[in-house]
């Protein structure tokens, strides 16, 4: 029997696994069969299908800021414009997600017949042109272009970290090419050499200077998501071990250092920061913004107080020392000629006088601070108390997904073990995104334990695929904030409106009616959240935790910045 002939499937699968991606999430539909036979055939991809399409693209993300890249496919029309969600929001966000779009087959598209998933028109372009503005590369391909176009957009968003879009019509998939010869081409670098050394002694002259004035440290570093997304972060951290550097992160960047380390000094957001952590940024000498992009909800509403000329800022392509502008240079390049620079930091002369080794103290607070030891097991659950006792849970190596809202902002001034990566969505903020974004990050990496934290209202978004979760993350742990509605919405605007209230649910009842093993609880005070979660330590199965807070009760950040949002 002769060998099947080698497809542009194939060729799809191929390139996709190269690139790190050895899942493919989705739903079924007709036009899209043929080209999930070949998945399912597959050596080493493997489809996991999800209970929609915006879920899908959920878990295509969360799987693919793990993995370097994600994918999902879906049917034609109904099923990506489903998805359209998620992949604007991995545009926005930065995240590398290929979305294949399963479609009618060529013929039919040249008769400009009037089939299902089409707006009747006899047009087969209208949804293409609609990812235009939220994808990096594109491309409608055919049996003679499928290939090169294929190579095209899955290098496009390799190199851009942007969602791409391909429409495979049904007998395109089965249409046989030849075997690729060559891998992709390796991505090269923009960096113009001179512009990196102009930019390395403009840096260098201005951390000199910044060392004789300011208020704080004679250089500091803030780190943004940048670093995550475009490759850098071992750049980072090689910068931030060439000298005693105090740093900081943005909430969009939490977990990107090792937030156990003496020298970092908390998570910045503007004016909502720890007044140490906003010293260290805002009065240091020298500050270093490494890959940030100040957004709203991550800047304390656009509070933050950097001097320009005090600053270096250094952005996916170009990087600037006070007024001056350098590029193109990468920022990976850019972190890499600042290690030197900042080592001079260690070698000049000790000065009693000097601000090196000073950390600005933090105001004395009007009450002891609360710690998780302070909360007894009687104590009821609070904001607070849920998330001090959350963060004593975890274990070095969890990934940590943490909903828009009371969960994000709840768990984002809280310090980290070593390894924990923590996971949100604060810019795009589409609520119910973590959710399905705990089945990808099960999926890209099974060896660690997964924890979500996310409110009952936006677990009501996505919740039909808790079930998919339960069968693919065994050792998963959702805990389910139940404060009986959208708290956030509360905390911004009409805390008792109805338009804030959403249905009660138990979701102690998920096992059961999912039909998959679980352990679900509902907890009202520490010492039963506790329990549960030390009960979860030990567990061969997912565990669900229902906990009970006040619909009123709002984490401190998040209610800092919802006065100032329910002003506007």
Known sequence: ????????????????????????????????????????????????????????????????RLRGIGALCTTFGVGELSAVNAITGSYAEFVPVV????APRSTVQAAHRIVHHTLGDGQFDHFLGMHADITCARAALTADNAAGEIDRVLTAVRDHRLPGYLLLPADVAEAPVPRPATALPPRSSVTDPEALAAFASAAARLIQRGAATGRGPDASVLVGLLCHRLGA??????????????????????????????????????AASDPATRAVVEDAGTVILAGVQFTDLTSGLFTQHITRSRTIEIGAREASVGEARFGPIELP???????????????????????????????????????????????????????DTVTAFLRPGDIVLADQGTSFYGMGL???????????QPLWASIGYTLPGLLGVGIAEPDRRGVLLVGDGAAQMTATEIGTVLRHCPRAVIVVVDNDGYT????????????????????????????????????TTVGELRTALQQAQQADRPTIVQAVVPALDVPPLLDTLARSLGKK
């Not at 979305?99 to 399963?102: C, E, R």
């Not at 980290?416 to 949100?424: H, K």
């Not at 905390?491 to 039909?515: L, R, S, V």
């Open 333 to 387: 390049d850019a972190l890499a000629a600042l290690g030197p620079v900042v080592a001079e930091l260690d070698d000049r002369p000790r000065d009693p006088r000097s601000r090196r080794d000073r950390k600005p103290a933090p105001p004395a607070p009007a009450d002891p601070p609360v710690t998780p030891a302070d909360h007894t097991d009687h104590t009821a659950l609070s904001q607070v108390a849920l998330w």
């Open 233 to 270: 972060a071992g750049r980072l951290t090689d910068l931030l071990a060439a000298a005693p550097l105090p740093h900081a992160t943005t909430l969009w960047a939490k977990s990107l250092v090792d937030e156990s380390d003496p020298l970092f000094v908390g998570t910045y957001s503007g």
């Open 1 to 64: 029997m002769a060998p099947a002939p080698f497809t542009v499937a194939d060729h799809l699968l191929q390139r996709l696994a190269e690139l790190g991606a050895d899942t493919v999430f989705g739903v079924p539909g007709d036009y899209s069969l043929g080209l999930l036979d070949h998945i399912v055939a597959h050596p080493s991809v493997d489809w996991v299908g999800t209970t929609n399409e915006l879920n899908a693209g959920y878990a295509a993300d969360a799987y693919a």
């Open 99 to 102: 979305h294949i779009v399963g």
């Open 414 to 424: 809280h310090r980290l073990p070593t390894g924990v990566t923590f996971i949100g």
């Open 488 to 523: 956030v919405e509360r905390a911004i605007h009409g805390p008792e409106q109805p338009y804030n209230d959403i249905a009660a649910w138990d979701w102690t009842c998920a096992p059961a009616f999912f039909g998959a093993p679980a352990t679900a609880t509902r907890v």
